[in-house]
Nanobody, 125 residues
């Protein structure tokens, strides 16, 4: 069993920054590729960013490229999402997820078998 706990969400004005953290227990983060997703009210869950097991490869949705950075600290069993230049359209609940060992690709929620409870990010204009 894997537990993922997100933290770091909150309220920020447009142009501001937040750093989300995802702490894992039960299975080491180093054994899984990890992803961040978000879901706004009335919308489907969408891919934000992904990182390979070792951290050498990262992937981003076009909407956040150049503004968000995903990273991981395998020794601390934690994954991060640094969010800069935030926009009101970034407002959503943000989830971290651990990818299935047998899955490939980062952008499909179905490729992930464990999810955190989510953390709210609100960006005001």
């Amino acid at each position: 069993q894997v537990q993922l706990v997100e933290s770091g969400g909150g309220w920020v004005q447009a142009g501001g920054s937040l750093r989300l953290s995802c702490a894992a227990s039960g299975r080491t983060v180093s054994s899984s590729a990890m992803g961040w997703f978000r879901q706004a009210p009335g919308k489907e869950r969408e891919f934000v960013a992904g990182v390979s097991r070792g951290g050498a490869t990262t992937y981003y949705a076009d909407s956040v490229k150049g503004r968000f950075t995903i990273s991981r600290d395998n020794a601390a069993n934690t994954v991060y999402l640094q969010m800069n230049s935030l926009k009101p359209e970034d407002t959503a609940v943000y989830y971290c997820a651990a990818r299935r060992p047998t899955s490939w690709g980062y952008n499909l929620p179905a490729n992930y078998d464990y999810w955190g409870q989510g953390t709210q990010v609100t960006v005001s204009s």
